[in-house]
């Protein structure tokens, strides 16, 4: 009850302010929050050790740090946009590559769309659906449930079809992908620890393959895409080229393949924009952290494991 409270307080005000305003006391709240999330700091700070190998331990601190004031625009942001217009939202957030999802949704099988955590999804989310009518994204269900459903609810008013992420949500998924719908589905983190180990930045981590046997299954494309925040907090949404998955006599050779192809891409653009890939769970864990208090990511925190 407190969490859900706390969160519709913050939301209430930040909602009202000015986005300038509401980032500067976004970083006081920040700054007060951050020493007391012990174990999700230590856990982004691992993650950033693996991204940044040649980063010594005050820059990795540092770099922690400049993430986490990232995120928390991202959530500021969360809560201003459903009050924003489809003009405004037009004003913070520009298009690249808008070809690659052209060509992808000229297929006629719907699109799959896959990310990482990184800049501020609901945002592209939302101006996709204003565009492209109602898209489908896959989230992680949080507590309290009464925080859940009202995050559903914000997200659904952005013109989403809110799927909660569960070993049977790839049902919904799939009958949105024969609407011809767009459906986003971040990767970057195994929530329901049902995925593969792949090489991700010289180390196996564990990463679901639902997208891609979705892929395989349906013939939708997949799109890389990923969202960065500009030196002048808008954001830019970068489609890659889609992806054309073909089923050979092998199917193990061509999830992996596949997978290799996505987390590349991921790689490339992490190690570029470190300070705005945002995940506070241990990718690469020596032993399983489990934090003390769930913090469910903007972007949409979504995955298929199976």
């Known amino acids: ?3 859900y409270v706390g969160f519709r ?12 305003l509401a980032y500067a006391l976004g970083v006081v709240i920040s700054t007060l929050a951050f020493p007391l999330l012990g174990r999700q700091r230590k856990a982004l700070e691992r993650n950033l050790e693996h991204v940044c190998p040649e980063l010594a331990g005050p820059a990795i601190r540092k770099l922690a740090w400049q993430n986490w004031l990232n995120y928390t625009k991202a959530w500021i942001d969360f809560f201003k946009i459903p009050r924003m217009d489809r003009v405004r939202l037009g004003t913070l957030l520009t298009p690249i590559g808008r070809e690659n999802l052209d060509r992808a949704i000229a297929a006629g099988k719907g699109v799959i769309v896959v990310a990482p955590h990184m800049g501020s999804w609901e945002l592209a ?7 492209f009518g109602e ?4 989230v992680e269900q949080i507590e309290p449930r009464r925080l859940f459903e009202h995050v559903f609810r914000v997200r659904s008013r952005m013109g989403m079809k809110i799927v909660p992420l569960s070993r049977t949500g790839a049902r ?7 609407e011809h719908r767009l459906v986003v589905l971040a990767m970057d983190r195994d929530i329901l620890k049902t995925g593969r180990q792949f090489p991700f930045f010289g180390r196996l981590a564990s990463f679901p ?19 960065l925040r500009d030196p002048d907090d808008r954001y830019i949404a970068i489609g890659e080229p889609p992806i054309f998955l073909t089923p050979s006599d092998n199917h193990d050779n061509d999830v992996r393949s596949a997978m290799q192809q996505i987390l590349a891409t991921f790689e490339r653009y992490i190690s570029r924009y470190p300070d705005q890939w945002h995940v506070l769970e241990p990718i690469w864990p020596d032993k399983q952290i489990s934090p003390s208090v769930t913090i469910p990511s903007p972007p949409a925190q979504a995955a298929v494991g199976e």
């Not at 989310?125 to 565009?131: I, L, R």
């Not at 919904?172 to 024969?178: A, E, G, Q, T, Y």
């Open 135 to 138: 898209i489908g994204i896959m």
């Open 125 to 131: 989310a939302a101006s996709w659906a204003a565009s």
């Open 172 to 178: 919904d998924i799939l009958r949105m992908l024969k």
């Open 9 to 20: 307080v913050i939301e209430g005000i930040i909602a009202r302010l000015p986005r300038r």
């Open 209 to 227: 393959t639902g997208p891609v046997e979705l892929a395989l299954k349906t013939g939708a494309p997949i799109l890389p895409a990923v969202c």
């Open 1 to 3: 009850m407190i969490t």
